[in-house]
């Protein structure tokens, strides 16, 4: 794989890591597909008892890449609800994982990393660290990754952040329930491995069910949810307002709408 790794120690936790370092780990179109499969592979495997999702230097996931988001403002509508299906896919296919997903968030998340801390079982954070829903500064809506990020932090406090694109930190974000615990960098390793290592004591195969459980027993993330997400997604890179911020951002000047 050219876009992540995977890494399995004797005691059978996997470490998935976003590779793409110098582009800030930001999700192209390989690595989502890379992602997916990474997933359905450590899901099926009987050795693996625990992933840790992690990035590669200083950034954990800085959203979409620009070059697919150029890619985006030339496609045609199905062609774009077709790349939001790949990435909603690709995070039912973490979230549906049968072995427990820790998230080792050492750096920045933005727009779809957001997405990814959703869909974990419990994400740990460093100080420091700078989170956003950025994607309504570019006429956009947070739409694919939407019901995964209200659901890990419920309609009240997603209404902090989902519409302003307001940057908030991680203090801020384990109260929005995206980290469970904040640490300092040093720390990090540590306090994954408080998370990772009960699951070691516990039998897979009941974890695996009592993960299913808590599915079954939370709102559904179903296809007629997805097929909505991608529908108001591309309804966003249809208006008028979702060429005009894409633009603007590439071209380094304001959209028409920003005051400040």
């Known amino acids: 794989m050219d876009t992540i790794r995977i890494d399995v120690d004797g005691r059978g936790v996997a470490t998935l890591t976003l590779a793409r370092e110098d582009k800030h780990n930001a999700l192209s179109a390989r690595m989502i597909a890379e992602l997916t499969e990474a997933a359905e592979r450590l ?16 950034s954990f996931c800085a959203g979409g890449d620009l070059a697919w988001m150029k890619d985006q403002m030339a496609a045609d509508a199905e062609t774009r609800g077709r790349e939001a299906r790949n990435l909603a896919e690709m995070l039912g296919a973490l979230d549906r994982m049968p072995k427990p997903l820790i998230g080792r968030v050492q750096g920045q998340a933005f ?27 570019l006429g ?70 009592a993960k299913a459980l808590v ?19 591309v309804d966003a890179w249809e208006s008028d307002e979702g060429p005009e911020g894409v633009a603007a951002f590439f071209e380094k000047r304001k959209p028409h709408w920003q005051k400040g």
């Open 43 to 58: 899901g099926a495997d009987p050795e693996v008892r625990v992933v840790v999702l992690t990035g590669a230097g200083r």
């Open 111 to 137: 727009g779809g990393g957001i997405g990814m801390m959703s869909v974990c079982d419990v994400a740990v954070g460093v100080n420091g660290a700078k989170f956003g829903l950025t994607e309504t500064r």
């Open 140 to 209: 956009l809506i947070p739409a694919t990754i939407g019901p995964y990020v209200v659901a890990r932090m419920g309609a009240a406090r997603a209404r902090r952040v989902f519409m302003s694109a307001r940057i908030f930190d991680a203090a801020e974000a384990m109260e929005l329930g995206l980290l469970a615990k904040v640490v300092a960098a040093d720390d990090l390793d540590a306090a994954v491995e408080a998370e990772v290592a009960p699951y070691l004591n516990c039998a897979p195969g009941a974890v695996a069910k």
């Open 215 to 233: 599915a079954a027993l939370e709102p559904r993330v179903n296809d007629a949810v997805v097929d909505m997400t991608i529908a108001a997604l």
